[in-house]
């Protein structure tokens, strides 16, 4: 399988603070691959770097590289807008936008000048809200407020929004740690569906989540990228007796 | 033994809630004690004549028709100079002000807010009343503004840092650039907040009397021109109540409930038009 994103001996701090520590891992071209690990292994941190969303915080600092499609994403003339038009994000909270649903999809698609009609606006919405298995309960209140919606609503709400600008790359930050079994199942089929068009990279704590969604598996702990394996490797025989102790539930 | 501490707990509990609601109660009584008096010494001399006419010597009516235009006249463009430099300040504070600079314009609208108004009055009566050679509506309306400015500036501030974190890393995770987060998603998420504190600023302002008196002056006449003095209920009421006469007294008491009307009309409009709608 091709590597869509190639990251090599990343380090990464929190001012003096050392989060990430010479990490090196491929994530493959239209796969899913999960992330777990303990809290505050910095699998959330490592997240952020492919998407450069850590650059909002002033005293975060990266070195190594990450490459996407071959380019240095943290390369000085890199456009960190085009960047993470490319490179989508849900993340942990749902975070919907104060505006109705409809807006709440267009967004994206209006800041990037997506469109070329009211037509065809409303027809990337409606493919948005397909592909993120929300239509159907949605079509009828387009217009009304985003916040009426369910918690499990919002976070495919959020997948919508993220997917209405035709991203090759979706991150998920523990997309369902905040939803209920039901919820968290819709997701859960999405994120399966989706590696049919997109490249997906998603951190969960819930390690039957990861073996039911991904392909490949890597566990971190305390800054480390300890093991990387397909799933059902990892979860059946793992090579570190770390991984291990932690898929078994010695600890964390 | 659990039984009395139980009821104990109950005990203290309403017992503090009713302290609170006390509380609560004695603030908003004086409020309507207040409003309550204004109203009964006021409301017999409020006619058709006393609202639209011009003030007259004691004893042949007259009014404050004047000053009301020219209180609206003044606020109005003390909140087109003051609001957006006001609100634009708050936005940088909050978005792009922590830094040195942001540190020293917090301190400093800090300090102005504490500053009092008739300094003010006085600042600007040197800066432009004087190179004017003479007291305007101008003059009044650039007083008011410098009151305004680091009000709305420091609760503008204050409103955009509650919008949530995550919100605007949802935003820039779609593509967006700094500026259309800050303007499509930060600022509406935070109006409701920036009107309130304008409206704040604005009510503040209406019932400024003291930076008046050395800029606007006064005017007895109906005046439409920002070059000239100008009338405003404040110094009108000031005039009123200074003045010897009972009925002088009561014409103060007229225009003061009518300056409130006015500061709760204001109210009302903008929570009106800022209401919540998502």
Same mark, same amino acid.
């Given at each position: @399988?091709?590597?869509?994103?190639?990251?090599?001996?990343?380090?990464?701090?929190?001012?003096?603070?050392?989060?990430?520590?010479?990490?090196?891992?491929?994530?493959?071209?239209?796969?899913?691959?999960?992330?777990?690990?303990?809290?505050?292994?910095?699998?959330? &941190?490592?997240?952020?770097?492919?998407?450069?969303?850590?650059?909002?915080?002033?005293?975060?600092?990266?070195?190594?590289?990450?490459?996407?499609?071959?380019?240095?994403?943290?390369?000085?003339?890199?456009?960190?807008?085009?960047?993470?038009?490319? !490179?989508?994000?849900?993340?942990?909270?749902?975070?919907?936008?104060?505006?109705?649903?409809?807006?709440?999809?267009?967004?994206?698609?209006?800041?990037?000048?997506?469109?070329?009609?009211?037509?065809?606006?409303?027809?990337?919405?409606?493919?948005?809200?397909?592909?993120?298995?929300?239509?159907? =309960?949605?079509? +009828?209140?387009?217009?009304?407020?985003?916040?009426?919606?369910?918690?499990?609503?919002?976070?495919?709400?959020?997948?919508?929004?993220?997917?209405?600008? =035709?991203?090759?790359?979706?991150?998920?930050?523990?997309?369902?740690?905040?939803?209920?079994?039901?919820?968290?199942?819709?997701?859960?089929?999405?994120?399966?569906?989706?590696?049919?068009?997109?490249?997906?990279?998603?951190? &969960?704590?819930?390690?039957?989540?990861?073996?039911? !969604?991904?392909?490949?598996?890597?566990?971190?702990?305390?800054?480390?990228?300890?093991?990387?394996?397909? &799933?059902?490797? @990892?979860?059946?025989?793992?090579? +570190?007796?770390?991984?291990?102790?932690?898929?078994?539930?010695?600890?964390? | 033994?659990?039984?009395?501490?139980?009821?104990?707990?109950?005990?203290?509990?309403?017992?503090?809630?009713?302290?609170?609601?006390?509380?609560?109660? %004695?603030?908003?009584?004086?409020?309507?004690?207040?409003?309550?008096?204004?109203?009964?010494?006021?409301?017999?001399?409020?006619?058709?004549?006393? $609202?639209?006419?011009?003030?007259?010597?004691?004893? *042949?009516? /007259?009014?404050?028709?004047?000053?009301?235009?020219?209180?609206?006249?003044?606020?109005?463009?003390?909140?087109?100079?003051?609001?957006?430099?006001?609100?634009?300040?708050?936005?940088?504070?909050?978005?792009? /002000?922590?830094?040195?600079?942001?540190?020293?314009?917090? %301190?400093? #609208?800090?300090?102005?807010?504490?500053?009092?108004?008739?300094?003010?009055?006085?600042?600007?009566?040197?800066?432009?009343?004087?190179?004017?050679?003479?007291?305007?509506?101008?003059?009044?309306?650039?007083?008011?503004?410098?009151?305004?400015?680091?009000?709305?500036?420091?609760?503008?501030?204050?409103?955009?840092?509650?919008?949530?974190?995550?919100?605007?890393?949802?935003?820039?995770?779609?593509?967006?650039?700094?500026?259309?987060?800050?303007?499509?998603?930060?600022?509406?998420?935070?109006?409701?907040?920036?009107?309130?504190?304008?409206?704040?600023?604005?009510?503040?302002?209406?019932?400024?009397?003291?930076?008046? $008196?050395?800029?606007?002056?006064?005017?007895?006449?109906?005046?439409?021109?920002?070059?000239?003095?100008?009338?405003?209920?404040?110094?009108?009421?000031?005039?009123? #109540?200074?003045?010897?006469? *009972?009925? *002088?007294?009561?014409?103060?008491?007229? #225009?003061?409930?009518? $300056?409130?009307?006015?500061?709760? $009309?204001?109210?009302?409009?903008?929570? %009106?038009?800022?209401?919540?709608?998502?």
């Amino acid at each position: @399988m091709k590597s869509k994103i190639s990251i090599s001996n990343l380090d990464f701090y929190y001012g003096k603070n050392q989060a990430l520590f010479d990490v090196s891992v491929e994530i493959p071209e239209r796969e899913v691959m999960a992330f777990i690990g303990p809290s505050g292994c910095g699998k959330s &941190t490592f997240l952020r770097t492919l998407n450069r969303m850590n650059d909002t915080i002033p005293i975060a600092r990266v070195k190594g590289e990450i490459l996407i499609d071959g380019k240095d994403i943290y390369a000085p003339k890199t456009d960190v807008v085009a960047l993470r038009r490319k !490179v989508g994000m849900v993340f942990q909270k749902s975070n919907p936008f104060p505006k109705s649903i409809f807006e709440n999809v267009a967004y994206g698609i209006r800041i990037n000048r997506m469109h070329s009609s009211k037509a065809d606006l409303e027809a990337r919405i409606e493919k948005a809200l397909k592909d993120s298995a929300l239509w159907d =309960e949605v079509k +009828d209140r387009l217009n009304t407020s985003a916040f009426g919606l369910s918690g499990g609503q919002q976070q495919r709400l959020c997948i919508a929004r993220a997917l209405a600008v =035709e991203p090759e790359v979706v991150l998920m930050d523990e997309p369902a740690s905040a939803l209920d079994p039901i919820a968290t199942q819709k997701i859960e089929e999405l994120v399966v569906e989706l590696k049919k068009k997109y490249t997906i990279a998603i951190v &969960t704590h819930n390690m039957q989540q990861a073996a039911r !969604v991904s392909d490949k598996t890597a566990f971190f702990m305390l800054g480390k990228l300890i093991e990387v394996n397909p &799933t059902q490797i @990892m979860f059946t025989s793992p090579e +570190d007796k770390l991984t291990e102790d932690y898929i078994t539930g010695r600890f964390g | 033994m659990n039984e009395s501490i139980h009821n104990r707990r109950k005990l203290i509990s309403s017992m503090m809630t009713g302290l609170t609601a006390a509380c609560a109660f %004695f603030a908003i009584a004086i409020l309507l004690m207040i409003l309550g008096y204004i109203a009964v010494r006021g409301f017999s001399a409020i006619n058709w004549e006393f $609202l639209t006419d011009t003030p007259k010597p004691v004893g *042949e009516g /007259g009014g404050i028709g004047n000053a009301i235009i020219g209180s609206g006249l003044m606020t109005l463009l003390a909140s087109l100079i003051g609001l957006p430099i006001g609100i634009g300040a708050g936005v940088y504070l909050a978005e792009f /002000g922590d830094n040195w600079f942001g540190n020293t314009v917090r %301190f400093l #609208a800090d300090t102005l807010i504490g500053v009092p108004s008739i300094i003010v009055g006085i600042f600007v009566y040197t800066l432009v009343v004087l190179p004017m050679t003479r007291q305007s509506g101008l003059a009044g309306a650039i007083a008011l503004a410098i009151i305004m400015i680091p009000i709305v500036a420091r609760t503008t501030e204050e409103m955009i840092r509650l919008v949530p974190k995550s919100m605007r890393e949802g935003a820039l995770a779609l593509g967006a650039p700094q500026w259309r987060v800050t303007w499509n998603i930060v600022m509406p998420a935070a109006a409701t907040g920036i009107a309130t504190g304008a409206m704040l600023a604005i009510a503040r302002i209406s019932g400024e009397t003291a930076p008046l $008196l050395f800029t606007a002056l006064n005017s007895r006449f109906y005046n439409y021109f920002y070059d000239q003095p100008m009338s405003s209920l404040t110094v009108q009421i000031y005039n009123f #109540a200074t003045g010897p006469f *009972e009925v *002088e007294h009561q014409m103060a008491w007229a #225009a003061t409930l009518v $300056l409130v009307a006015l500061i709760l $009309l204001i109210n009302i409009l903008v929570r %009106f038009f800022t209401r919540k709608r998502f």
